[in-house]
């Protein structure tokens, strides 16, 4: 496993934009596949983007395609999310996750979540 730590999240307006930064500890961080994912109180964790291991396969939720872009910057052990026009309805708690790909990702390791309220 690796210790993921995000950061970046906060308050922004509608139409503005944030970028997420997450930070992996370990040697071994380009032999993850990487995620992002989102979630609200009440409602399950929902995939926002997924990246593989060496950053050249991607994959978006249909919500924020065009919006998001996922990035990874392996030599510095670090996952990103830019978000653009934001939307009130991409509030959530922020995670990001690593993971191994064995017919699709098993993620097994969390950070600690980063909080984003985008505003009307």
């Known amino acids: 496993q690796v210790q993921l730590a995000e950061s970046g999240g906060g308050l922004v307006q509608a139409g503005g934009s944030l970028r997420l930064s997450c930070a992996a500890s370990?040697?071994?961080?380009?032999?993850?596949?990487m995620g992002w994912f989102r979630q609200t109180p009440g409602k399950e964790r929902d995939v926002v983007a997924t990246i593989s291991g060496s950053g050249a396969s991607t994959y978006y939720a249909d919500s924020v395609k065009g919006r998001f872009t996922i990035s990874r910057d392996n030599a510095k052990n670090t996952l990103f999310l830019q978000m653009n026009s934001l939307k009130p309805e991409d509030s959530a708690v922020y995670y990001c996750?690593?993971?191994?790909?064995?017919?699709?990702?098993?993620?097994?390791?969390w950070g600690q979540g980063t909080q984003v309220t985008v505003s009307s």
């Open positions: 996750a690593a993971g191994k790909y064995n017919s699709g990702y098993v993620w097994d390791s």
């Open positions: 370990g040697r071994t961080f380009s032999s993850y596949g």
